[in-house]
């Protein structure tokens, strides 16, 4: 998919990580500053979350970021590298594009604050495994967060093997390590941890109706556990939007009412 470009888009890197960034409709330099990380699932590069969820309208810089191997990050030997990590996905590469978007993410939002000039709070927004990036970002650093929008997140990673387990036909051999894991990416299970770093009111949570069922369970689990906010958004899939056609991106009627739910709500918070 070639992600649309939009009016006013500006594109560079901070600490390394290529990015772009959608201006505010209000003062650029005192606005609020959304970080949001993509899919593995379309949309899965910057631009094309760039495309798919501009935020429309939103008085915040909004500034999208590639996750590790993909995007403008995608290798020169993706090939071989997808398919020495596909062995074990999880620990081979979901863990470790997670942690290393994290381990980059306050160098980041250093780097986008003095590239940009945003000097207001700092808001967070994932889908799919950019939600875990979210999460995990909030919960692992000192940064401070003020809310946080999660588009059909993976929440754990159990659900995350069990979808690929079904949706591959295949049976993933849980090692020691894996469980280890697992374990520590539960964020139904953490979500005390969640609180610790921003009141419920500045959590919310999206989930497709048509997303695969463990993911929306467990965006119900969580949405119980903190007291927060869940929309469900009738019709929507795990993927945002459809790589084969990159018009689609800024006019499906889905992704335009994510788009319309996360922009009037980081808008009430930032």
């Known amino acids: 998919m070639s992600a649309l470009r939009l009016p006013h888009q500006r594109t560079g ?33 910057a631009a094309e979350l760039a495309a798919a969820l501009p935020l429309a309208g939103s008085n915040a810089w909004r500034v999208f970021v590639d996750l590790p191997l993909h995007g403008a990050r995608t290798p020169d030997d993706f090939e071989r590298v997808l398919g020495e990590a596909l062995t074990d996905p999880l620990l081979r590469l979901h863990v470790p594009v997670v942690r290393q978007a994290v381990r ?36 692992a650093t000192t940064v401070p967060v003020a809310a946080v929008a999660l588009v059909n997140p993976v929440l754990t990673a159990r659900s995350l093997v069990a979808v690929a387990e079904r949706e591959f036909g295949v049976v993933y051999p849980w090692t020691p390590e894996a469980v280890e894991a697992s374990d520590r990416w539960d964020f139904v299970a953490r979500a005390a941890e969640i609180a610790e770093r921003v009141p419920a009111s500045a959590v919310l949570l999206v989930s497709g109706g048509a997303d695969h069922a463990e993911f929306r369970r467990d965006a119900a689990l969580l949405r119980d556990a903190l007291g927060t906010v869940l929309v469900t958004v009738p019709g929507l899939a795990h993927a945002l939007t459809d790589e084969a056609d990159a018009a689609a991106a800024a006019s499906s009627p889905h992704t335009e009412a994510v788009d319309a739910e996360l922009a009037a709500w980081f808008d009430a918070r930032l």
């Open 104 to 139: 980059e993410f306050p160098q980041v939002v250093a780097g986008l604050r003095a590239e940009l000039g945003a000097t207001g709070p700092l808001g967070l927004v994932g889908g799919s495994l950019g939600g875990a990036v979210a999460l995990t970002a909030l919960t």
């Open 13 to 45: 890197r901070a600490a390394g990580v290529p990015y772009v960034a959608l201006p505010p409709e209000g003062d650029p330099g005192s606005a609020p500053l959304i970080v949001g990380w993509p899919m593995l699932d379309s949309p899965r590069s």
